[in-house]
């Protein structure tokens, strides 16, 4: 809140991700004229319950309002949750990455243009997590740090890759997880990842 003080009162639109977001920040800076929209955590503390947990099919959304804030939750790749007190819960048309029309929640988009290539990592992080779930902050910071490795790794292979079959990134990140597990039986772990038969390893 601090942050925002020289900018309250001018009706001015936060956007952030979800580890600023939280039912209360929105119902402060709403008080004090300032609009907020964020992805947010379904545990946060004052988030319905009915949210935690929820599993939509892709497309499908769920709203919840309380007062000037509304809480949205949309199935994608992985339930997204947003909470805004700016956006309403219609839904606007748009194209994805293979030309098709498909029906967004008008607060997504919304998040998408604002955060633009600020949360460009977090999103493709998010996007293929497995979702690791443990009291033990190493263990989610480790699994963090190797998805980071792997989205960097997978960077560098797409500007790099010549004339090779370009794989997607839920391929190449397979494939890294078999070179990993595969590096003591099979001698070059990055020919695994072209689909080539490796010679084992010579005692």
């Not at 939750?73 to 992985?78: E, H, P, S």
């Not at 606007?92 to 460009?120: F, S, W």
């Amino acid at each position: 809140m601090q942050l925002m003080e020289p900018y309250l009162y001018r009706y001015h639109h936060l956007v952030c991700d979800n580890y600023f977001t939280s039912p209360a920040l929105c119902s402060s800076l709403f008080d004090k004229d300032t609009y907020m929209t964020g992805t947010v955590r379904v545990y946060r503390k004052g988030m319905p319950k009915s949210l935690k947990n929820l599993k939509l099919q892709r497309g499908e959304s769920l709203v919840k309002q309380s007062g000037p804030i509304m809480a949205l939750c949309y199935g994608d790749r992985k339930t997204v949750t947003f909470m805004s007190t700016l956006s309403q819960p219609n839904v606007i048309a748009t194209h994805n990455a293979r030309g098709v029309e498909i029906q967004i929640p008008a607060v997504n988009c919304v998040y998408n243009q604002k955060m633009g290539g600020v949360d460009l990592s977090d999103k493709s992080l998010e996007l293929y997590d497995p979702d690791i779930r443990s009291n033990k902050m190493w263990k989610r910071i480790l699994f963090n740090l190797l998805l980071r490795v792997i989205s960097n790794a997978y960077i560098i292979y797409r500007q790099n890759r010549g004339l090779r079959t370009k794989m997607n990134r839920m391929d190449f990140q397979i494939g890294v997880c078999l070179g990993l597990v595969m590096l003591e039986i099979f001698g070059n772990p990055g020919a695994l990842l072209e689909g080539q038969v490796c010679p084992l390893k010579q005692d």
